[in-house]
């Protein structure tokens, strides 16, 4: 039975309220250390690795922003463990695209106490910066979110979002929940034991229930359903001949930033990178021989098509890969409408659950006869 | 004019596939000239790249021939293929490249007269269907 502790705000009080949280989990002993996101000295949001509990007061979780995959971060903490405890707050997507790497063997949860936020959203990097200039905040954000708007008056939150099934998070040991509390409080939520033995050592009381929360949840992941199934179709029907992917891709100028954004593009080092694509000067005449002419930098088509076959069954539709590109190409749907049908091959679905393998790990002998239709 | 004669390239396992290559050889069994083999350890070594770079290239269809599961030299090399060819395939699919020109097929080494069947209808097929799509986006497919 999960349990919630409700933490009431008076305004402007929101991230101090939660700092207290976070303070009490870093001086009891619950925890080593939090990896949170913050506000920085003068502008943005990052996520933070706090050890000392003298520096939680500029906690921010609820920020829209997530300027790098947390799931990257996480993994850089926890692929070569450190031994100490950390509570890790993290977006929706950021957990499901952890969920992968542990499976991957780059990321590793055993003394990781898993914080999940409810998302409703991020704004660019770029667009945050406005939206703090502009007077926003995370509480001035929830509120509008919540009442279902967004937008800015010259931007919204980013795509990838709008068509997000996951605003609330699995797979986690607690969560802090904005979705279906009223205005003026949060909920925190211990979902496993883990999370429970850390509500009990703090000083929140738990008890009282956001009691719409269930229903407010699967409204909104019902309207963002909803949104995802009409930009599928849409993007499906732009983009159903290699032509038309090739128009799509036409800004792409190789930089393989996508590929870096990614959380779950798992591969230490990318082939693009190595001398299997370092061609001779000789190979090149002879590809442009071939119709007489050869764009440069070639292999553009190649690179988009091979990232699909990696990481396309782990793809859970961050948008970070739209965010890194300098050309302004929207990857995203390009990239999830494809995860969408990988996926739904084997049945899978990225950072479902930990003990799902992934579906090129393994293999059966009497499936997918349909492949060859061969029987004998 | 004179008929669309379609490239087709084939991975052939070298203990199965390839073998059975051979054989229908010296049987003096004929199949279509439009199958360029490409001999490789294992249908579980032909990485996805390969087809992708096959098809970008302008081929007309890829055929990856296989030993039937079970009978794989190293095990279960082929089952492995099987899981990568149902992955490109979904891939391709989107963009028009279906299961109509990349197949995957299981040929034993004493199958040489199947080899002969599958390689006349694979190009008999892809003669109806005509050229690869990616053919007419040339260089900008490269």
């Not at chain 1, 029907?237 to 870096?260: H, P, Q």
């Not at chain 1, 999830?336 to 799902?356: I, L, M, P």
């Not at chain 2, 996805?48 to 095990?75: E, M, Q, R, S, T």
């Amino acid at each position: 039975m999960p349990k919630f502790a409700k933490l009431s705000f008076k305004k402007d009080q929101l991230n101090k309220e939660l700092s207290g949280f976070f303070k009490g989990m870093l001086e009891n002993g619950a925890v080593k250390a939090v990896l949170v996101p913050m506000a920085q000295a003068k502008k943005g949001v990052r996520l933070t690795l706090v050890t000392s509990a003298a520096h939680t007061a500029r906690v921010d979780p609820f920020a829209p922003i997530a300027a790098v995959s947390g799931a990257k971060i996480a993994s850089s903490l926890t692929s070569r463990p450190s031994g100490r405890k950390v509570a890790m707050v993290l977006r929706p997507c950021e957990i499901r695209a952890v969920i992968e790497l542990v499976k991957l063997k780059q990321a590793n949860l055993d003394n990781v106490l898993l914080i999940g936020m409810d998302c409703l959203g991020r704004y660019e990097n770029t667009d945050f910066a406005k939206f703090q200039e502009l007077g926003g905040t995370s509480e001035s954000f929830l509120e509008n979110a919540l009442a279902g708007k967004t937008s800015m008056p010259d931007f919204d939150i980013i795509g990838a979002c709008k068509i997000c099934e996951f605003p609330m998070a699995d797979n986690v040991d607690m969560r802090l929940c904005a979705i279906g509390a009223e205005n003026g409080s949060v909920f925190i939520e211990a979902v496993t034991g883990k999370g429970e033995e850390v509500l009990e050592k703090s000083d929140l009381k738990s008890g009282e229930t956001p009691a719409g929360r269930d229903e407010a949840v699967k409204k909104l992941v019902a309207v963002r359903t909803g949104a995802r199934d009409r930009k599928f179709a849409e993007y499906r029907a732009e983009t159903n001949s290699f032509e038309a992917l090739g128009d799509k891709l036409a800004a792409c100028v190789n930089c393989y930033n996508c590929r870096i954004a990614c959380p779950v593009c798992y591969c230490s080092e990318c082939v693009f990178l190595t001398d299997t694509f370092r061609h001779t000067g000789e190979q090149f005449m002879m590809w442009a021989d071939k119709s007489g002419m050869l764009k440069m930098p070639n292999d553009t088509l190649f690179y988009h098509l091979t990232r699909m076959t990696h990481m396309s069954l782990f793809c859970v539709g961050c948008g970070q890969c739209t965010s890194a590109c300098p050309n302004s190409i929207d990857l995203m749907p390009l990239f999830r409408t494809c995860a969408d049908k990988t996926q739904a091959r084997f049945n899978y679905q990225a950072g479902r659950s930990v003990d799902e393998e992934q579906p090129m790990a393994g293999f059966e002998s009497d499936e997918l006869v349909e492949v060859t239709g061969q029987v004998k | 004019m004179s008929e669309f004669e379609p490239q087709i390239v084939a991975f052939f396992c070298n203990w199965c596939t390839f073998t059975a290559a051979d054989l229908a050889g010296t049987s003096r069994l004929s199949y279509p000239h439009n199958i360029k083999i490409i001999r490789v350890m294992c249908s579980g070594m032909v990485d996805p790249k390969f087809v992708l770079k096959a098809f970008l290239n302008g081929a007309d269809g890829v055929l990856i021939g296989g030993c039937w599961p079970g009978d794989c030299h190293y095990i279960n090399g082929n089952m492995k293929a099987r899981r990568r060819v149902a992955l490109l395939t979904e891939v391709l699919k989107q963009y028009g490249i279906g299961e109509e020109r990349f197949y995957l097929r299981w040929i034993a080494a004493s199958e040489g007269n199947m080899l002969k069947e599958i390689a006349t209808d694979m190009t008999s097929k892809l003669k109806q269907l005509g050229p690869s799509p990616l053919r007419n986006m040339g260089q900008m497919a490269l």
